[in-house]
């Protein structure tokens, strides 16, 4: 009866353990599958504190444990009086060193590694024709979505963070509202967005994502900073590419600034009368002009505002009542003016803003 118990408990515990687990090693947003130098470095520091945590709490436990056992009252008698120690110098010398030099084998990579990541001596390093040595990414965080400009490029882009991979890319963070925080679990970070300063650091990334598999060839980012009811939902996502590709992707996104091809003209008309004021459609220009998202390549999205499945349906969902998928949002629902006819031009216009082939 007893054994019979003892396996049915195990395998709860196996199986509770399995739900658990699942949920880790996802190649496009675990930190545990680092996909860049930094995010290495990072894991590399976690699994060497947790190392020596787990050393710690197996020796003490140990002992916790013999001591427990072989002084029991029940053996050794009421009157047993164990051998003093106090002021024992082998014992405080060894109470006082240990910690000392595991608390060092802690802080010195610590201490190395945060000023290593937090370097940004070489962002504004140009080379000889006076052209920046490094890309440079501008990102403002927003109740509750990502601004991406690129400074030195004259684009800018949202929800959508695009890079060419095997080099440093700088970042310059800043909230535009209240403190939001950028992480991309499986490359590196987080760190926080303020509103009234810049938080510099930055990222390297050496796998394609369009080889991940599950991922919909895109890492996950994250805000990890509450912020407001759909904080949650503040999702972000970002395509790494070789640099080639990465060049070819600027160059059309800087020819959206001219006319484009429209896939709805309909669309455009219903776009120009209701979105127009808060959504540009043009990637090249300044940031903080509109209020929304630049919507410039919209077609080549993963996502419909960050998290909602990029299809038709979905984005006319989404357009019809915003505030009932992301609570709070500053998009108003546009459900009651918009016919079911002009939703639909209008999403098939939008879902036409595209520079890939
Ligand atoms: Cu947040």
């Given at each position: 009866?007893?054994?019979?118990?003892?396996?049915?408990?195990?395998?709860?515990?196996?199986?509770?353990?399995?739900?658990?687990?699942?949920?880790?090693?996802?190649?496009?947003?675990?930190?545990?599958?680092?996909?860049?130098?930094?995010?290495?470095?990072?894991?590399?520091?976690?699994?060497?504190?947790?190392?020596?945590?787990?050393?710690?709490?197996?020796?003490?436990?140990?002992?916790?444990?013999?001591?427990?056992?072989?002084?029991?009252?029940?053996?050794?008698?009421?009157?047993?009086?164990?051998?003093?120690?106090?002021?024992?110098?082998?014992?405080?010398?060894?109470?006082?060193?240990?910690?000392?030099?595991?608390?060092?084998?802690?802080?010195?990579?610590?201490?190395?590694?945060?000023?290593?990541?937090?370097?940004?001596?070489?962002?504004?390093?140009?080379?000889?024709?006076?052209?920046?040595?490094?890309?440079?990414?501008?990102?403002?965080?927003?109740?509750y979505?990502?601004?991406?400009?690129?400074?030195?490029?004259?684009?800018?882009?949202?929800?959508?963070?695009?890079?060419?991979?095997?080099?440093?890319?700088?970042?310059?963070?800043?909230?535009?509202?209240?403190?939001?925080?950028?992480?991309?679990?499986?490359?590196?970070?987080?760190?926080?967005?303020?509103?009234?300063?810049?938080?510099?650091?930055?990222?390297?990334?050496?796998?394609?994502?369009?080889?991940?598999?599950?991922?919909?060839?895109?890492?996950?980012?994250?805000?990890?900073?509450?912020?407001?009811p759909s904080?949650?939902l503040?999702?972000?996502?970002?395509?790494?590419?070789?640099?080639?590709?990465?060049?070819?992707?600027?160059?059309?996104?800087?020819?959206?600034?001219?006319?484009?091809?429209?896939?709805?003209?309909?669309?455009?008309?219903?776009?120009?009368?209701?979105?127009?004021?808060?959504?540009?459609?043009?990637?090249?220009?300044?940031?903080?002009?509109?209020?929304?998202?630049?919507?410039?390549?919209?077609?080549?999205?993963?996502?419909v505002a960050?998290f909602m499945?990029?299809?038709?349906e979905s984005l006319i969902d989404w357009i019809k009542d915003t505030q009932k998928h992301k609570p709070g949002n500053k998009m108003p629902s546009f459900g009651e003016?918009?016919?079911?006819?002009?939703l639909?031009?209008?999403?098939?216009?939008?879902?036409?803003?595209?520079?890939?082939?």
């Amino acid at each position: 009866m007893m054994k019979g118990l003892k396996k049915w408990r195990l395998f709860s515990l196996l199986a509770v353990l399995t739900v658990f687990l699942a949920g880790c090693g996802q190649e496009e947003l675990s930190t545990l599958l680092p996909a860049g130098q930094v995010g290495r470095d990072q894991f590399n520091l976690l699994i060497l504190s947790s190392v020596i945590m787990l050393v710690v709490i197996i020796v003490v436990v140990t002992i916790y444990v013999i001591a427990l056992v072989r002084f029991r009252r029940s053996k050794l008698g009421e009157d047993f009086i164990p051998e003093q120690v106090e002021g024992s110098h082998k014992l405080e010398l060894v109470w006082t060193v240990l910690p000392i030099l595991l608390i060092l084998l802690l802080a010195v990579p610590t201490v190395y590694y945060t000023y290593k990541l937090g370097d940004v001596a070489a962002m504004g390093e140009v080379d000889e024709d006076g052209n920046p040595e490094n890309l440079i990414v501008d990102v403002t965080a927003k109740l509750y979505w990502w601004e991406f400009e690129y400074p030195d490029l004259g684009i800018v882009t949202a929800q959508e963070l695009v890079v060419p991979m095997d080099e440093k890319v700088y970042f310059n963070l800043i909230a535009a509202d209240v403190k939001h925080s950028f992480w991309i679990p499986a490359v590196g970070g987080k760190l926080d967005t303020n509103v009234d300063n810049v938080n510099k650091f930055y990222l390297v990334f050496d796998k394609d994502s369009n080889d991940i598999k599950n991922g919909d060839g895109v890492f996950y980012g994250k805000c990890a900073e509450l912020c407001g009811p759909s904080h949650a939902l503040m999702d972000f996502k970002v395509k790494t590419m070789p640099r080639p590709e990465f060049d070819q992707w600027v160059t059309s996104m800087q020819a959206t600034g001219e006319k484009q091809i429209v896939a709805n003209e309909q669309g455009e008309e219903v776009f120009n009368q209701s979105c127009i004021a808060c959504h540009a459609v043009s990637a090249v220009g300044g940031s903080n002009e509109k209020q929304g998202p630049n919507l410039a390549t919209f077609g080549d999205r993963n996502r419909v505002a960050g998290f909602m499945d990029h299809d038709k349906e979905s984005l006319i969902d989404w357009i019809k009542d915003t505030q009932k998928h992301k609570p709070g949002n500053k998009m108003p629902s546009f459900g009651e003016q918009l016919s079911d006819q002009e939703l639909d031009v209008l999403a098939e216009y939008l879902m036409g803003l595209s520079v890939e082939q």
